[in-house]
């Protein structure tokens, strides 16, 4: 069964890079879609944008200025940086793999990591 | 972008009781195909969503009998048939037609 990490700092300052990394394991990382998604304390899931194996990105249009993703396959690994960050970027950073149809119709998240807060704080 | 949005946004009830949510979409989630693009998912106290319903009323994987999902178009439904205690959570819908990606604001369930 495929399994999703997170792990980056928990702590990042006004103005700076937040940068966090997804690891995959139990599973390939090929052929499949990658996504991240966020939720605010206490608040609903925001969707911020997924990544084909091939480095194919789609982003949320709401912070897509600001988003970068990348993928490692080589090392089972993708990555999300999110930049100029402030308070409202405070947020459990949830990384998740998407299942699709041949087509690359999405599907649904079938598998989603445990999740890293980061708090944007000077 | 799609609006989702669900009722209602509490919903308390006795075990071994049904329960059901509302989702509505701001536009038709219906593809020519005849596929509703609607997933629901459950977000347990302390954990990471996990998906129940997919294409509007297909169960994912391992997901009990007792969920189920109904509707077409831009109303949907999910359904519990005999509430337990491990169901306890917030439950959204999201769109997965078009991006962005969009959620409903959530559900919460909790027992009386």
């Known amino acids: 069964q495929v399994r999703l990490q997170e792990s980056g700092p928990g702590l990042v300052k006004p103005s700076e890079t937040l940068s966090l990394t997804c690891t995959v394991s139990g599973g390939s990382i090929s052929n499949y879609y990658w996504s991240w998604i966020r939720q605010p304390p206490g608040k609903g899931l925001e969707w911020i944008g997924y990544?084909?194996?091939?480095?194919?990105?789609n982003y949320n249009p709401s912070l897509k200025s600001r988003v970068t993703m990348s993928i490692a396959t080589s090392r089972d690994q993708f990555s999300l940086e999110l930049s100029s960050v402030t308070a409202a970027d405070t947020a459990v950073y949830y990384c998740?793999?998407?299942?699709?149809?041949?087509?690359?119709?999405?599907?649904?998240?079938?598998?989603w990591g445990q999740g890293s807060l980061v708090t944007v704080s000077s | 972008d799609i609006v989702m949005t669900q009722s209602p946004l509490s919903l308390p009830v006795t075990p071994g009781e049904p329960a059901s949510i509302s989702c509505r979409s701001s536009?038709?989630?219906?593809?020519?195909?005849?596929?509703?693009?609607l997933d629901w998912y459950l977000q347990k106290p302390g954990q990471s969503p996990q998906v129940l319903i997919y294409f509007g009323s297909n169960r994912a994987s391992g997901v009990p009998d007792r969920f189920s999902g109904s509707g077409s178009g831009t109303d949907f439904t999910l359904k519990i048939s005999r509430v337990e205690a491990e169901d306890v959570g917030v439950y959204y819908c999201m769109q997965v037609l078009q991006t962005p990606i969009t959620f409903g604001q959530g559900t919460r369930l909790e027992i009386k």
């Open positions: 998740a793999r998407v299942l699709s149809t041949v087509t690359s119709q999405i599907l649904y998240f079938d598998s």
């Open positions: 990544l084909y194996y091939t480095g194919r990105t």
């Open positions: 536009q038709s989630l219906l593809q020519s195909n005849g596929d509703n693009y």
